[in-house]
């Protein structure tokens, strides 16, 4: 009884020690808003959220990678902490902008880092696998498949015929993997196709396959159900879809189920079949895990088979138990505990003020705990615990205060260790030197010596005494001791460190004997050396005894402490052994083993399997896993497996059977701490054979060191039902047992993956349920509760999830974007409704041309929650589409966004040339990346576009005011005759054209020749090339307003042949006081010049592309030449991408005449489909007689 006070007063001395963290009041330091992974395309901005809250001033740093991120002009941290990349570069190596992203806030307490969160660039790779060609037999089925890596992942169609196929019809299926299933085939399928990929990033095409439909059998021959694509295994994160694919053939056709391995129903809700077979599960979760088989029947019959997966489901680590805060004194000890969960298995790291923890002297890092020994003021800080994996991460945090006193004792002093047994050691020390009176209480703290990373245990007792027996330590080991002494607010600094060992003792358990024969005349007996905490020393020797089942005599044998094995010799064939064995220390022989039987085989020359080499591996306190190998001379003809197993001193129990194909098998419902004998054998055509046994102790299920008082046990049938969107109520049970003590409970509940441990809420209450409130919408809690007596505490219950009903969106889908993709189809993307904890089980799309909005009518598109994209297809030319999207879930539709226009170019595709692109909508191709043009870029072309506009008129302003003051000269008649070298072109009807006419141009001297192949005004005589004066340019006639103008002829005119004839006046015209007399103006003003051969349109004076040059406007171009005065005419507006163009239009025939010129002219038009024909080799030009 005196024991039973002694250790409750040292518990309770144990509260009064350390202080909890109410006696200080600090600030925390967390977050409000942690980055998130984000996909983004380049070029795109992009704001990775950071908050921290706590006491100012805070600073708020950035890491990209573990480096610290630099900030320019393109790369910035806001004012709230966040930090804003404007254009996202995805450039190799340490340019790129991609990688993962962590927030740092400090202040005066420490420092924190957020969540880590990967920035990644939409991107499209080549495929990894293309469709290939398949013949297959009418009636059967057909399967192409393509895969691709996207991010984000893309969406993918198929085309036959370069027709897109529907998603699903009667007979034909597209995954969301890539495949293309075709049940049976028809002669009409046979063509060509290919998959179609699909993000905001781009697109890709694949390589078409072909598709060949041969005849099938008449009658049909019937076959086995085959299953051509069957399930494959697969590894899917949390909430996403897995798609298992089970394609058969056969005839009858097959019948396909599913159903797993381990005889569990399949989640219908979930869980639907897509096709003729196909499984595929949504919104994965944990449970969903497992074997899934796909079995294909021909109906009516038993003839099936079977293909199977595994479906791993994968999930970002969640925390089950994080880091409190804790106040601890000088030189004392702290202790923090992390503990999560997640596929893969994460990874714990520790942090101090956000730098990464290092094992030392003082501190030590073991599976899911941080201690800090010899507490120093330097460790007064916030500590982090981030839990890691391939799914993300999560970090909890937990802040250390440490009291300091200025008026502490000084370390005890004169420790000094003996060795009282093999498992205690007594520890003496003398009081401190100085303030000795202060001391309340003493702290003992031990150790192992050998090893890395062991952990350190403290026992407290009171001040009464400077001596105490630490008896629960290993035999035969090196321990380190240490004493510290306590006050009511710090501690001394840490004893002397003293080392001493226990005294070794005799083994406390034999080993576990392996035993297997090679012939019918011996025993091979083998073991596994005692581990050191059963050994408790140096095993010096063993002794083997063994004797057969009809004898009381027994033969021993001592053996060295090295070996391992030994062979018995000279035995009877047929006979039943029993063995057993003990160990030895220098202190003496241990507990005996129970006897082991073993039989030796028959003296027959009939051969038979030998033994199998067994192992034997405990799995836990109740389950053992048998594994076995038989030599590959050993295994011919083996039929199978007899396996036995019992307790020790129980007898033999029926064998377990098992095919020769398991090699493994495992031993379930077994009692803890108990020895079992295990016999394996092989048989054949001809019997049984060799036998190997071996015995072996299951572990203890519960392995917990002697508390000082046993806590309460925790409340038990914990239960939690959701009653709102912010509500959850809570029951549970209270433990059996008596107490005359009132009882109340502490009801934890936070987010699951929680990472402020300071934002966890404790409630209390003296019932046995709780109603807890102000919960956040769609969110997964987790509940434990513990019981309080008697200043005792239980342990916390075992943790309850429970998640709250989500509300209606409240907000539309953000960032929708809609681009055109095809003249026809158009990719809408949106990203989920900005706000927090949305779930959104289905997206829905409205849009309509504007006729049809008027009237009401929208096409409305379904899409998944997990899809952001969809393609909006069969879109009619010239008309504007308005998009808008809205989220919904369980609970209610969500409002619409703003409705997004696109618009869709009519086809300007002219009947007169048939090489003109129908369409305008491929003025911009789509290539490896789509134009997005926001409010900016529209913003900016509308404005340029308005400049060039303004600059145009302003142009054309001047030419006419200068145009006014020109003179013309009277036209000189050149009557010398010229021999003309081809037949001039003549009058065609209006089905004719001109080809090849050569055109002479009687209009200067013979000393000059005008260049008539067009694309200049260069003028070259007899000497060369002539350059007229540039001072004053020469404007068109057309701007004047003083000539009269034949109406009749300018109907008539399209494309003008004119011929010259020799000693034919024709009009000119020189610039006044610019021209020299010698000098000749050009006549390109008057001529019909044949374009390039890109449809070039150049003003007066402009020689841009040159004789050769090739020039392709776009669309802007386009429209700013078409309203300018120096635009071609309306007939060949739409013609932009032409072969051929006419720079002087018909129009232009009616050349201004200066006030002075009295000269009558006449038009003479000869009307020529064939002017501008793009074939012609000498294009006619248009003269003027008089």
Request: proline share 7%; net charge neutral.
């Amino acid at each position: 009884m005196a024991t039973v006070k002694r250790k409750l007063y040292q518990r309770l001395l144990v509260f009064v020690l350390l202080p909890i963290s109410g006696v200080l009041c600090f600030s925390e330091l967390f977050f409000v808003k942690e980055p998130h992974d984000v996909t983004v395309m380049r070029k795109e901005t992009v704001i990775l959220d950071c908050q921290a809250r706590g006491e100012a001033p805070i600073d708020v740093r950035w890491l990209k990678n573990g480096v610290k991120v630099v900030e320019s002009e393109r790369v910035y941290l806001l004012s709230n902490g966040s930090l804003y990349i404007s254009e996202v570069e995805s450039r190799r190596g340490d340019k790129s902008d991609e990688g993962l992203y962590q927030c740092l806030a400090q202040n005066k307490y420490g420092a924190i880092l957020s969540q880590k969160a990967r920035l990644t660039i939409a991107s499209i790779s080549s495929f990894a696998i293309q469709p290939t060609s398949i013949v297959v037999t009418e009636g059967s089925v057909a399967r192409f498949s393509c895969k691709i890596s996207a991010h984000p992942p893309p969406i993918i169609t198929w085309e036959f015929n370069r027709v897109t196929l529907p998603l699903a019809t009667e007979r034909i299926t597209v995954l969301p993997s890539g495949v293309l299933q075709i049940h049976g085939v028809q002669r009409a399928d046979a063509g060509n196709y290919r998959c179609i990929t699909t993000n905001i990033a781009s697109r890709r095409r694949s390589t078409e396959a072909t598709l060949t439909v041969t005849p099938a059998p008449s009658p049909p021959l019937p076959q086995r159900p085959r299953i051509i694509a069957g399930p494959q295994n697969i590894s899917v994160s949390l909430h996403q879809s897995a798609i298992l694919e089970c394609m058969a053939t056969g005839n009858p056709r097959p019948i396909i189920s599913w159903s797993r391995a381990d005889s569990k129903s399949i989640d219908v809700y979930n869980t639907k079949v897509l096709g003729n077979g196909n499984l595929i599960i949504t919104d994965i979760k944990p449970q969903h895990g497992g074997v899934y088989m796909c079995r294909a029947t021909t109906p009516g019959t038993r003839n099936y088979t079977v293909a199977s997966a595994n479906v791993t489901v994968l999930a970002p680590p969640s925390l089950v138990e994080w880091p409190e805060s804790v106040t601890r004194p000088r030189a004392g000890t702290a202790r923090f505990v992390c503990h999560a969960e997640g596929v893969p298995a994460p990874q714990i790291t520790w942090f101090k003020n956000g730098e990464r923890v290092h094992s030392n002297g003082r501190i030590k890092m073991y599976n899911t705990k941080l201690v800090i020994n010899q507490i120093i003021p330097e460790d007064d800080a916030i500590y982090q615990c981030q839990a890691e994996n391939d799914q993300g991460s999560v970090v909890s945090m937990a802040r250390l205060i440490v009291v300091m006193s200025e008026d502490r004792p000084s370390a005890p002093r004169g420790i000094r260790a003996d060795t009282v047994s093999s498992s205690a050691i007594l520890l003496a020390w003398e009081r401190p030197l100085f303030n000795s009176d202060k001391v309340i209480a003493y702290s003992v703290h031990y150790m192992k010596a050998e090893g890395l990373n062991n952990e350190e245990y403290q026992v407290v007792i009171g001040n009464d005494t400077t001596r105490y027996i630490i008896d629960d330590l290993e035999p035969a080991r090196n321990y380190t001791f240490y004493v510290v002494a306590y006050m009511p607010m710090g501690a001394s600094r840490m004893s002397d460190h003293i080392f001493q060992h226990t005294l070794e003792d005799v083994p406390l358990r034999a080993p576990e004997l392996s035993l297997t024969s090679r012939s019918p005349t011996d025993i091979q007996v083998s073991w596994q050396p005692l581990p050191d905490k059963l050994s408790r020393g140096r095993v010096s020797g063993y002794r083997l005894s063994y004797r057969t089942s009809s004898e009381t005599a027994v033969s021993q044998i001592e053996l060295p402490g090295e070996i391992t094995q030994h062979l018995l010799e000279k035995l009877q064939p047929d006979t039943i052994y029993l063995l057993r064995i003990v160990a030895a220390t220098s202190i003496g022989w241990g507990e005996q083993s129970a006897w082991t039987s073993h039989r030796t085989p028959k003296a027959s020359s009939a051969r038979v399997p030998l033994s199998p080499e067994l192992h034997l591996e405990p799995l836990n306190c109740t389950t053992i896993l048998a594994r076995w190998t038989l030599a590959p001379r050993n295994s011919v003809g083996v039929q199978g497996y007899k396996l036995f197993y019992h307790e020790e001193s129980q007898p033999e129990s029926a064998p377990v059977k098992l095919l020769s194909s398991v090699t493994t098998h495992t031993i379930g419902g077994l009692d803890p701490r108990k020895k079992y004998h295990v016999k394996l054998l092989a048989y054949n055509a001809v019997g049984d054979g060799y036998q190997a046994d071996q015995t072996i102790s299951t572990p203890g299920c519960v392995s917990v060191r002697d508390r000082l008082v046993p806590p309460p046990p925790p409340p038990h049938n914990v239960y939690a039902k959701t009653n709102s969107s912010t509500a959850v109520f809570l029951h549970w049970g209270r433990p059996a047992f008596t107490s005359s003590h009132a009882i109340n409970y502490t009801v934890r509940c936070n987010p699951v993956g929680l990472q402020n441990a300071s934002l966890v809420l404790y409630l209390q209450t003296h019932e046995q349920n709780l109603l807890v409130q102000d919960l956040e919408p769609n969110t997964k809690y987790e509940f434990a509760i513990r019981l309080h007596i008697d200043q005792l505490s239980s342990p916390w219950s075992p943790v309850v999830y429970q998640t709250t009903f989500p509300e209606a969106p409240n907000q539309p889908p953000s960032n929708v974007k809609v681009t055109l993709i095809e003249e026809d189809t158009a990719l809408v993307s949106w990203k989920l409704p900005d706000e927090p904890n949305v779930a959104v089980t289905h997206y829905t799309i409205l849009y309509a041309s504007r006729n049809a909005w008027i009237a009401g009518e929208w096409q409305v598109l379904q899409r998944e929650g997990s899809i952001t994209m969809a393609l909006l297809e069969n879109l009619k030319p010239g008309q504007i589409y308005l998009v808008k999207v809205s989220a919904s879930n369980n609970m209610g539709d969500g409002p619409f966004s703003h409705a997004v226009e696109l618009s869709i170019r009519a086809d300007f595709s002219s009947g007169n040339d048939l090489r003109v692109s129908h369409g305008s909508t491929h003025s911009t191709g789509f290539s490896d990346s789509f134009y997005h043009l926001d409010q900016k870029s529209m913003t900016g072309i509308s404005v340029g576009v308005c400049i060039a506009l303004i600059c145009i008129i302003i142009c054309a302003f001047i030419i006419v005011c200068r145009g006014k003051n020109r003179k013309f000269s009277a036209v000189k008649t050149y009557r010398q005759g010229v021999s003309t070298p081809g037949a001039a072109a003549g009058h065609l009807g209006s089905e004719g054209q001109a080809e090849n006419a050569d055109v002479t141009v009687p209009i200067m001297r013979e000393s000059r020749f005008i260049d008539t192949k067009g694309g200049t005004n260069l003028l070259i005589n007899s000497l060369g090339p002539v350059q007229y004066s540039t001072e004053k340019k020469k404007k068109w006639g057309f701007f004047s307003s003083n000539v009269k103008k034949d109406s009749e002829t300018l109907q008539s005119m399209r494309r003008p042949v004119i011929s010259y004839q020799p000693g034919s006046t024709v009009l000119t015209f020189e610039e006044e006081l610019s021209i020299s007399p010698d000098q000749v103006a050009s006549m390109q003003g008057l001529l019909c010049r044949p374009g390039d051969t890109e449809g070039s349109s150049t003003s007066e004076g402009s020689h841009a592309t040159g004789d050769s040059g090739r020039y392709s406007h776009d669309e802007t171009e386009l429209t700013n030449l078409s309203s300018g005065p120096s635009s071609r005419p309306p007939s060949l507006t739409a013609e932009d991408s032409g072969d051929s163009d006419c720079s002087g239009p018909a129009g232009e025939t009616n050349e201004e005449l200066s006030e002075e010129s009295q000269i009558d002219l006449k038009v003479m038009e000869a009307v020529d489909p064939g002017c501008c024909h793009h074939e012609a080799q000498s294009s006619s030009r248009a003269a003027l007689s008089v």
